[in-house]
């Protein structure tokens, strides 16, 4: 069973960055049937994706954060990791990592999620 | 402000059938991409519950089906359990952004 583990801080400062790293359990994460991407959900409210990132380094990013968003892969770990810069209190969120699968286009595994706050 | 639309909240007594609907345009669910269905339990994250707007992934109650026609979706639930409620969030490919778009959720109250 595939597993996606997420790692990084809970609490980030306005106007710093946010960084959050997911590794996958095993090396699909070089498979050219996936993407990888990250998702999030203020509290109590619905979810809103962020931006996907392929094993090549290709990466799409949600128009309305694109120009904060910063996606990054490494094979050699398994890891895929995310960079949302000059955040404010609006970027609360618990933020989910999750593959993509490229042709049907459904996120068919999820990481456990982590919150963050946005907080002095 | 979600790019699909869905109900805010549907509820259902034990046992009976709801159905949730997913609007989108001509940019996603319009323009051929497939729906796809997550069920959220609370303090979880999302889980596949329907794929490619008809099929069940393996382990997922037969009880849970999904459907597709023009620019709108639905997921049906029938023999409701008190283990369903939970919020439901479709989702589709947007062509014009290269990227996933979502509903705003529904939540689920088995009465």
């Known amino acids: 069973q595939l597993q996606l583990q997420q790692s990084g801080p809970g609490l980030v400062k306005p106007s710093e960055t946010l960084s959050l790293t997911c590794t996958v359990s095993?090396?699909?994460?070089?498979?050219?049937?996936?993407?990888w991407g990250w998702i999030r959900q203020p509290p109590g409210k619905g979810l809103e994706w962020i931006g996907s990132?392929?094993?090549?380094?290709?990466?799409y990013y949600n128009p309305s954060l694109k120009s904060r968003v910063t996606m990054s892969v490494d094979t050699s770990k398994n890891q895929f990791s995310l960079k949302l810069t000059s955040v404010t209190a609006a970027d609360t969120a618990v933020y989910y990592c999750?593959?993509?699968?490229?042709?049907?286009?459904?996120?068919?595994?999820w990481g456990q999620g982590t919150l963050v706050t946005v907080s002095s | 402000q979600s790019v699909l639309t869905q109900p805010p909240s549907v509820s259902g007594a034990p046992g009976q059938r709801v159905t949730i609907s997913c609007t989108g345009s001509?940019?996603?669910?319009?323009?051929?991409?497939?729906v796809h269905w997550y069920q959220q339990l609370p303090g979880t994250a999302p889980k596949l519950l329907i794929y490619?707007?008809?099929y069940r992934p393996s382990g997922v109650p037969d009880r849970f089906s999904g459907s597709k026609s023009g620019t709108s979706a639905s997921l049906a639930i029938s023999g409701l359990q008190a283990e369903d409620e939970a919020d439901y969030y479709c989702?589709?490919?947007?062509?014009?952004?290269?990227?996933?778009?979502f509903g705003g959720g529904t939540k689920l109250t088995v009465l």
């Open positions: 999750a593959r993509w699968e490229r042709w049907v286009q459904d996120l068919d595994y």
């Open positions: 095993d090396n699909s994460i070089s498979s050219s049937s996936y993407f």
């Open positions: 990132i392929y094993y090549s380094g290709s990466s």
């Open positions: 001509s940019s996603d669910i319009g323009g051929g991409s497939d």
């Open positions: 490619a707007n008809t």
């Open positions: 989702q589709s490919y947007d062509s014009s952004m290269s990227g996933l778009v």
